[in-house]
């Protein structure tokens, strides 16, 4: 790798090989600088540019976007040259740590312009797409769902107390906090907001659906296209189980969104599949998903366990320090490396998978909710395997997100 | 007090202001559930108001943050109080001061104002009891000239609140 970086002697301007002033430098090496420059092995020091374009990437310390960013070895987050020269402290002697997830000896690495960011830029913008969607439809149901709320107030406030005390029994216990380690803080931060939520009665957020399709599109470029149905259990199984659990990884990818209780998303996005598919066995999938969350609550500990072993690790740590930009950054980071493999997986799943319509639906699913989400909230049907429904139904939302995916894909080539 | 005063610090550099502004931007588009930035022309000092959240000992509190920007902010943490009257929690001095490390120590300039919050309020709703840090006389004492709390040298223990 190294080898293969400095063969490649870089052309760049003259004045591209030293600070533009972005920050008063303290004793930096020009000659050293310069040198690594040339060599390929830190980006040119380019004017970031206020604008985002669309072959720009955004610095995530001075927030100025440039035509090729630094990697962290540790993490793979970019960072301008300008900003990474303000990383190390002037006197101190300890190792600097990497400013996106702490790991000592932060060093970055300068992988060039374009080609494979390029790709990774693409499913920044996908997703950007794919956001902005949602937070269109957001808006539809919001509507829809104040008045299903008020419809079903009693029946689910008591269900909500139930799943609340064995929340706050997680937080505090021992467990949890052994195994939040380093990143204690987007752990907590998870319970404080599902708490805050519980109010909401039953809130079908969907910029929650978006975080999920976030994280099913960053498993699927990490783990292309292996095993895609134990991927979507796993998904199941974290968001159904507690929200606490999913908290390192959702956190940092929603920041900003307002928290709601896993179950609300499941909903949502089984109510848009049952909608969508118009099949019968689906809708029964839904009755029984909702109505069993209090008893899924119960396992949270097992399930989140098993869903942080499925999932790359990266994606849970080196998150936490950022704001919602993280998740757009990340996506295009797992891009690059697996930028092809994700391409293949899509079209594979878009053709496999006769039953989804990808093409949205997203405007009918106003009526499907209606009557739908009423008997699944009051219902009294208790499924027998309600895990295996919720799989199934997970499945399919995720060949949707997938086939969404590789759909906008062809429109940015 | 001393520290909701004007303090008499630099103005911000270049960069420091061309990033608070796209927080900004990016914080009215994308607020932090539960706070609300008041807006003011004063790009250097937010006052961010924190709701407490429902179903925690603060539910249906409200309380105010002051965030102060150096000048060579990102690169140095905000300094980050509670104006009076600060919550009561283990870990919040009477004259608003936070023990929190990221304030400090562990700070990272790939933090943001809108992590900060965050951060914040989940400590907040992770307590347990409504109390102050045992040490909160004498610590406010040693304040009283209006000393920073990023001059503080905090001693980070509890990992659980």
Same mark, same amino acid.
């Given at each position: 790798?190294?080898?293969?970086?400095?063969?490649?002697?870089?052309?760049?301007?003259?004045?591209?090989?030293?600070?533009?002033?972005?920050?008063?430098?303290?004793?930096?090496?020009?000659?050293?600088?310069?040198?690594?420059?040339?060599?390929?092995?830190?980006?040119?020091?380019?004017?970031?540019?206020?604008?985002?374009?669309?072959?720009?990437?955004?610095?995530?310390?001075?927030?100025?976007?440039?035509?090729?960013?630094?990697?962290?070895?540790?993490?793979?987050?970019?960072?301008?040259?300008?900003?990474?020269?303000?990383?190390?402290?002037?006197?101190?002697?300890?190792?600097?740590?990497?400013?996106?997830?702490?790991?000592?000896?932060?060093?970055?690495?300068?992988?060039?312009?374009?080609?494979?960011?390029?790709?990774?830029?693409?499913?920044?913008?996908?997703?950007?797409?794919?956001?902005?969607?949602?937070?269109?439809?957001?808006?539809?149901?919001?509507?829809?769902?104040?008045?299903m709320?008020?419809r079903q107030?009693?029946g689910s406030?008591?269900r909500?107390?139930?799943?609340?005390?064995?929340?706050?029994?997680?937080?505090?216990?021992?467990?949890?906090?052994?195994?939040?380690?380093?990143?204690?803080?987007?752990?907590?931060?998870?319970?404080?907001?599902?708490?805050?939520?519980?109010?909401?009665?039953f809130?079908l957020?969907?910029?929650?659906?978006?975080?999920?399709?976030?994280?099913?599109?960053?498993?699927?470029?990490?783990?292309?296209?292996?095993?895609?149905?134990?991927?979507?259990?796993?998904?199941t199984?974290?968001f159904v189980?507690?929200?606490?659990?999913?908290?390192?990884?959702?956190?940092?990818?929603?920041?900003?969104?307002?928290?709601?209780s896993?179950l609300a998303c499941a909903l949502a996005s089984l109510a848009e599949h049952q909608h969508m598919d118009g099949d019968p066995s689906t809708n029964d999938v839904g009755n029984s998903g909702a109505f069993s969350m209090p008893t899924a609550?119960?396992?949270?500990?097992?399930?989140?366990?098993?869903?942080?072993?499925?999932?790359?690790?990266?994606?849970?740590?080196?998150?936490?320090?950022?704001?919602?930009?993280?998740?757009?950054?990340?996506?295009?980071?797992?891009?690059?490396?697996?930028?092809?493999?994700?391409?293949?997986?899509?079209?594979?799943?878009?053709?496999?998978?006769?039953?989804?319509?990808?093409?949205?639906?997203?405007?009918?699913l106003?009526d499907g909710m209606d009557d739908r989400f009423q008997p699944s909230m009051t219902g009294t049907i208790m499924p027998e395997s309600f895990e295996e429904q919720m799989m199934l139904a997970m499945?399919v939302s995720?060949?949707?997100?997938?086939?969404?995916?590789?759909?906008?894909?062809?429109?940015?080539? | 007090? !001393?520290?909701?005063?004007?303090?008499?610090?630099?103005?911000?550099?270049?960069?420091?202001?061309?990033?608070?502004?796209?927080?900004?931007?990016?914080?009215?588009?994308?607020?932090?559930?539960?706070?609300?930035?008041?807006? !003011?022309?004063?790009?250097?000092?937010?006052?961010?108001?924190?709701?407490?959240?429902?179903?925690?000992?603060?539910?249906?509190?409200?309380?105010?943050?002051?965030?102060?920007?150096?000048?060579?902010?990102?690169?140095?943490?905000?300094?980050?109080?509670?104006?009076?009257?600060?919550?009561?929690?283990?870990?919040?001095?009477?004259?608003?001061?936070?023990?929190?490390?990221?304030?400090?120590?562990?700070?990272?300039?790939?933090?943001?104002?809108?992590?900060?919050?965050?951060?914040?309020?989940?400590?907040?709703?992770?307590?347990?009891?409504?109390?102050?840090?045992?040490?909160?006389?004498?610590?406010?004492?040693?304040?009283?000239?209006?000393?920073?709390?990023?001059?503080?040298?905090?001693?980070?223990?509890?990992?659980?609140?």
């Open positions: 790798m190294g080898n293969k970086l400095s063969r490649r002697r870089q052309v760049v301007d003259e004045k591209y090989t030293r600070p533009q002033g972005l920050y008063q430098h303290r004793d930096v090496d020009h000659k050293k600088l310069k040198k690594l420059i040339l060599d390929s092995k830190l980006a040119p020091c380019y004017p970031g540019d206020e604008e985002c374009a669309f072959d720009l990437e955004e610095c995530p310390i001075c927030f100025l976007f440039y035509p090729s960013l630094n990697r962290s070895r540790c993490c793979m987050k970019g960072i301008c040259t300008e900003c990474f020269l303000q990383m190390k402290p002037p006197h101190s002697t300890r190792p600097t740590q990497c400013p996106f997830c702490k790991t000592s000896n932060y060093a970055v690495e300068y992988r060039g312009m374009r080609s494979k960011e390029e790709k990774g830029l693409e499913q920044v913008e996908e997703q950007l797409v794919i956001e902005a969607k949602i937070r269109k439809r957001q808006q539809e149901l919001q509507e829809e769902e104040e008045r709320q008020r107030e009693m406030s008591s909500n107390m139930a799943s609340a005390d064995i929340e706050y029994q997680g937080v505090s216990g021992d467990e949890i906090v052994s195994s939040q380690d380093s990143c204690a803080m987007p752990t907590i931060r998870q319970s404080s907001r599902s708490r805050q939520n519980r109010d909401d009665e809130d957020d969907l910029e929650d659906i978006m975080v999920m399709e976030a994280i099913w599109l960053s498993i699927q470029d990490t783990d292309a296209q292996r095993y895609p149905i134990h991927v979507a259990a796993a998904t199984e974290q189980t507690e929200d606490r659990y999913v908290s390192p990884a959702m956190v940092p990818l929603a920041e900003a969104s307002s928290p709601s896993g609550s119960g396992r949270s500990s097992s399930g989140g366990e098993r869903v942080a072993d499925t999932c790359p690790s990266g994606s849970w740590i080196d998150i936490s320090p950022n704001s919602g930009r993280a998740m757009s950054r990340g996506e295009g980071e797992w891009g690059i490396d697996h930028g092809s493999e994700v391409a293949e997986a899509g079209t594979s799943y878009a053709s496999s998978d006769a039953t989804v319509d990808a093409g949205g639906g997203g405007s009918s106003q499945a995720l060949a949707e997100a997938r086939a969404r995916t590789s759909a906008q894909g062809v429109t940015w080539y | 007090m !001393t520290s909701s005063s004007a303090p008499s610090r630099k103005a911000l550099s270049k960069i420091a202001c061309n990033r608070l502004q796209k927080e900004l931007v990016e914080w009215q588009v994308n607020p932090p559930a539960g706070f609300k930035h008041k807006v !003011t022309d004063n790009l250097q000092r937010w006052i961010i108001e924190v709701a407490g959240a429902a179903g925690t000992l603060y539910a249906n509190e409200s309380y105010q943050l002051q965030v102060d920007f150096p000048e060579h902010y990102p690169m140095e943490a905000p300094q980050v109080i509670f104006l009076p009257p600060a919550p009561l929690h283990p870990h919040i001095y009477s004259n608003g001061h936070i023990c929190l490390d990221i304030l400090y120590d562990s700070w990272s300039p790939a933090m943001t104002v809108s992590s900060i919050c965050i951060s914040i309020l989940s400590m907040l709703s992770s307590s347990t009891v409504k109390q102050r840090p045992a040490d909160n006389d004498r610590y406010v004492k040693n304040c009283r000239n209006g000393r920073s709390p990023k001059e503080t040298r905090w001693w980070f223990h509890d990992d659980k609140v």
